[in-house]
């Protein structure tokens, strides 16, 4: 159970709207995905509030820690626990103090969106950091990235509820999906995924992520960050999304739906049984 659970904070909440369908209407019972300001401490300061659904916090702690470079390895993650506060909720973290004494020049101290990975970041450096070069990684065969799109919707349990909330998912070669992190930041819920795969020391250049959201440069950025190899949206990348995959040899997929995709980078690791050029 996540530790956001034993504190009272749920995921989402239940309620009865006014729905309507054309002429008519009904009141009916909805859920709808809950967004709580989630401050995010280092060593007793506190550097960024983000809202965030209110589930594996732990592994968002970590995910985050590391996709901004804060710390290098999750075993520097030295301490986490997750408090509960009347407005909100605290993760408080520790980490080694070299690391702590670093962050001088990646403070953020402002709230981040639901809506995008930059908010707070005060330097184009900050905002615009570039990952070094991800390795080799393993080629995925087209069908596999399919099937997976296939069986994503049946994974996404809060989404099933609420409709609201953006996935991350880990593709792994033998397995097929094998972990799933929602939240309504679609970064936020990269970042648990991350995180979560972290924690049970994944390789991150031994399997290929899956996101149900546009391909916008923070996802590029965080993916990169750890090494993951080939990165697949089922909507849009932007430009500078494009550019930095491509600086970074990360595969970039976008609009991945059903058995359509576009490869933006790098397309020697997507493996195609047939193909022909209309």
């Given at each position: 159970?996540?530790?956001?659970?034993?504190?009272?904070?749920?995921?989402?909440?239940?309620?009865?709207?006014?729905?309507?369908?054309?002429?008519?209407?009904?009141?009916?019972?909805?859920?709808?995905?809950e967004?709580?300001?989630v401050?995010?401490?280092?060593?007793?300061?506190?550097?960024?509030?983000m809202?965030?659904?209110?589930?594996n916090?732990?592994?968002?702690?970590?995910?985050f820690s590391?996709?901004?470079?804060?710390?290098?390895?999750?075993?520097?993650?030295?301490?986490?626990?997750?408090?509960?506060?009347?407005?909100?909720?605290?993760?408080?973290?520790?980490?080694?103090?070299?690391?702590?004494?670093?962050?001088?020049d990646?403070g953020?101290?402002m709230?981040?969106?639901?809506?995008c990975g930059?908010c707070?970041?005060?330097?184009?450096?900050?905002?615009?950091?570039?990952?070094?070069?991800?390795?080799?990684?393993?080629?995925?065969?087209?069908?596999t990235l399919?099937?997976?799109?296939?069986d994503?919707?049946?994974?996404q349990?809060?989404?099933?509820?609420?409709?609201?909330?953006?996935?991350?998912a880990?593709?792994?070669?033998?397995?097929?999906?094998t972990?799933?992190?929602?939240?309504?930041?679609?970064?936020?819920?990269?970042?648990?995924?991350?995180g979560?795969?972290a924690?049970?020391?994944?390789?991150?250049?031994?399997?290929?992520?899956l996101?149900?959201?546009?391909?916008s440069f923070?996802?590029?950025?965080?993916?990169?960050?750890?090494g993951i190899?080939?990165?697949?949206?089922?909507?849009?990348?932007t430009?500078?999304?494009?550019?930095?995959?491509?600086?970074?040899?990360?595969?970039?997929?976008g609009f991945a739906?059903?058995?359509?995709?576009?490869?933006?980078?790098?397309?020697?690791?997507?493996q195609?049984?047939?193909?022909?050029?209309a």
């Amino acid at each position: 159970m996540d530790a956001i659970s034993e504190l009272g904070w749920a995921s989402y909440r239940k309620g009865q709207y006014d729905v309507w369908r054309g002429p008519s209407h009904q009141y009916k019972e909805d859920s709808v995905a809950e967004e709580v300001p989630v401050v995010l401490v280092y060593n007793t300061v506190p550097h960024v509030v983000m809202l965030t659904t209110p589930l594996n916090l732990e592994d968002f702690a970590l995910g985050f820690s590391l996709t901004e470079g804060i710390i290098r390895h999750p075993s520097e993650m030295l301490t986490v626990r997750v408090v509960q506060r009347s407005k909100g909720i605290e993760v408080r973290m520790t980490i080694p103090e070299p690391r702590f004494d670093s962050m001088h020049d990646k403070g953020r101290n402002m709230t981040g969106r639901t809506g995008c990975g930059l908010c707070g970041a005060t330097s184009l450096e900050q905002a615009i950091r570039r990952p070094r070069p991800v390795g080799q990684g393993l080629p995925l065969a087209a069908e596999t990235l399919v099937t997976a799109l296939r069986d994503m919707p049946g994974k996404q349990t809060l989404n099933l509820k609420t409709g609201a909330v953006h996935a991350a998912a880990w593709l792994d070669p033998v397995l097929g999906i094998t972990a799933v992190r929602e939240d309504v930041g679609r970064h936020n819920a990269l970042d648990k995924l991350i995180g979560a795969l972290a924690k049970a020391g994944c390789n991150f250049d031994q399997g290929w992520c899956l996101v149900t959201s546009r391909a916008s440069f923070e996802m590029v950025q965080k993916a990169a960050s750890v090494g993951i190899t080939l990165l697949a949206a089922i909507s849009a990348p932007t430009g500078l999304a494009i550019q930095l995959a491509d600086e970074c040899g990360l595969t970039l997929v976008g609009f991945a739906r059903n058995e359509n995709h576009v490869i933006y980078t790098h397309p020697h690791r997507l493996q195609h049984t047939q193909a022909s050029v209309a």
